[in-house]
């Protein structure tokens, strides 16, 4: 009954309409250029289209080495720091929906000051502590202040997870005689699973992005994706490399954050920010 | 063992890198810039903050990050309050469709947008050529001025704008909205009495979330702002990494934790309160 393209009472939804163009408009042209520019081989000042397609920006970006190398360390990166949080944030997540201990609402909360601050004055009282510990410009130094900036996503989101679990069935689980350990591996993680998964892929994802703190800790020897991406713009090499830079990087990674996209539409993403 | 020390300890680590990696630094952070070993000991002096107060260059930076911000609060508010409000009252194909090109910008990331609107309204760029094209002449191409990161960060924070808002309103009744409908009440007069008192809150949710995520911005402003007077991000960056100068970079640092304090504070309080709200 609401499913065409006019309101409740039968017209046409022009302000939907409205919203929907300009929307589109607004957000779909700067995607729809950097395609465009990577796959252009000329396009000169004041031509619509572009006097020449081509693929030959692909083979010269490809074939740079600093490009390989900053991928290569941005999957390390990310796969560590999303490993890590994995490893400390679900277990701590499970406790916090599930047990009974003193403090538990203050530490909950205490999750939060990752967001109460502005984030690159932060970042900056961070590095000056690492700069004591000799951690600038290493590895290890780029892995925690991008951890500390998964924490809150890692716990608030796979919080909601679990509570959302059935308990009448863990519950009827335990009654035909389950273990703790069963029940949680056959009735809660399966239950859970989607959302922490989902939660996984952004911390993932955002990792790889995370610009700020991989440039002031990392600078100059640890060079992610996006520092050198800023770089190619700064010193306007070619045009191209940043279109087809975007291009590689970004198509993957949407793909993946499709999937995790009926969890944002649930509100647990939301609440993920503490909407 | 107890369930309470289990629970205790499976949630250290975290914990233990919140008080280690966020609120020791901050404290660090003020203490350093405060007190400094002498000869005679520990000594007290506001030298570093005389030094940013006095200065006219870290002046115009922190006039440049406070009217920056302020803007893309504005105008976050005048673009993402019609589009809440037009997704809390419509359940057509159009909403599915505004709500999801709303939230698109969440799945682009800022390096890849700086990319596109350098190449979409930078000179030359894709509006010029447009322009061009039908015979208008060329805008002033807001790239490398105050204008190009409002413009960037008010697109990358849409998103999480309209999701706070939408949920906001999603707690206001429709039974509310009908009765003053039912006594002759037209939409703005709905908005205005109905609405609006009832989402203040969220409203001031929203904006402190914006406000602590635009004040230290860094790679939009670093990309399509200009290089001088630059904001507090790229300055702080530039502080620490090029001039190899924490102590002012610290100062710059607390000088932005101050000027947040207060957004700070009130949204920590009104998820606490929330959490306090689902729990009961």
């Not at chain 1, 990310?78 to 277990?91: E, K, N, Q, R, W």
């Not at chain 1, 490399?241 to 291009?247: C, D, E, N, P, T």
Request: net charge positive; with cysteine.
């Amino acid at each position: 009954m609401i499913a065409g393209f006019s309101t409740t009472s039968g017209r046409f939804d022009w302000t939907g309409f409205i919203f929907a163009i300009l929307l589109a408009i607004v957000i779909a042209v700067p995607l729809l250029v950097v395609f465009t520019w990577a796959f252009t081989e000329v396009w000169r000042y004041p031509s619509v289209i572009p006097q020449k397609f081509g693929l030959r920006f692909w083979d010269q970006t490809l074939s740079r080495a600093d490009v390989w190398e900053a991928l290569s360390i941005s999957l390390r990166l990310s796969a560590t720091v999303t490993f890590l949080s994995a490893l400390i944030c679900l277990p701590a997540a499970y406790a916090f929906a599930r047990m009974k201990f003193p403090g538990r609402d203050l530490f909950f909360l205490s999750f939060l000051a990752s967001h109460a601050f502005p984030k690159f004055g932060l970042l900056v009282a961070i590095a000056s502590i690492f700069l004591q510990l000799n951690l600038i410009a290493t590895f290890w130094g780029v892995v925690l202040i991008q951890l500390v900036g998964t924490l809150m996503l890692m716990i608030w989101i796979p919080v909601a997870a679990f509570q959302a679990v059935d308990r009448r069935m863990e519950e009827a689980a335990r009654d035909v005689g389950a273990g703790p350990l069963r029940v949680f591996w056959s009735i809660t993680l399966p239950q859970a699973f989607p959302t922490i998964f989902a939660a996984v892929l952004l911390t993932f994802v955002s990792t790889f992005y995370e610009t700020e703190g991989a440039w002031l800790i990392g600078a100059p020897q640890i060079r992610t994706m996006p520092v050198l991406m800023i770089n190619f713009i700064n010193n306007q090499v070619v045009i191209q490399y940043g279109a087809v830079l975007s291009v590689i990087l970004w198509v993957p990674s949407f793909i993946a954050l499709m999937f995790a996209r009926r969890v944002i539409g649930t509100g647990a993403f939301a609440k993920g920010f503490g909407a | 063992m107890g369930r309470g020390l289990k629970g205790l300890l499976l949630i250290a680590i975290p914990v233990f890198l919140v008080g280690w990696l966020i609120i020791y630094p901050i404290f660090a952070a003020i203490l350093s810039t405060l007190f400094f070993d002498g000869p005679e000991g520990l000594r007290f002096s506001t030298a570093s903050y005389q030094f940013f107060i006095s200065d006219p260059y870290s002046r115009a930076n922190l006039a440049l990050t406070l009217w920056t911000t302020g803007m893309c609060a504005v105008l976050l508010l005048i673009v993402g309050l019609p589009i809440a409000l037009y997704l809390r009252f419509s359940t057509n194909r159009f909403a599915d469709l505004v709500q999801s090109l709303a939230i698109f910008p969440m799945f682009v990331p800022s390096i890849i947008l700086s990319y596109a609107l350098i190449r979409t309204i930078g000179p030359n760029g894709t509006v010029d050529i447009l322009l061009n094209a039908v015979g208008l002449p060329k805008i002033k191409s807001p790239y490398l001025t105050p204008w190009g990161p409002v413009i960037g960060l008010v697109w990358d924070h849409l998103p999480l704008t309209v999701l706070m808002l939408t949920a906001g309103l999603g707690s206001i009744s429709n039974s509310a909205i009908e009765a003053a409908r039912d006594v002759g009440a037209g939409p703005l007069r709905v908005f205005w009495h109905i609405i609006l008192p009832r989402m203040g809150n969220s409203i001031l949710v929203t904006v402190s979330f914006t406000i602590l995520g635009i004040f230290s911005a860094f790679t939009l402003p670093y990309v399509l702002g200009p290089a001088s007077p630059e904001m507090m991000g790229p300055f702080m960056l530039r502080t620490f990494n090029a001039l190899y100068d924490p102590l002012n970079a610290k100062t710059q640092a607390v000088i932005s934790f101050a000027f947040c304090l207060f957004f700070g504070i009130f949204y920590v309080w009104s998820i606490a309160r929330n959490q306090k709200g689902q729990s009961r």
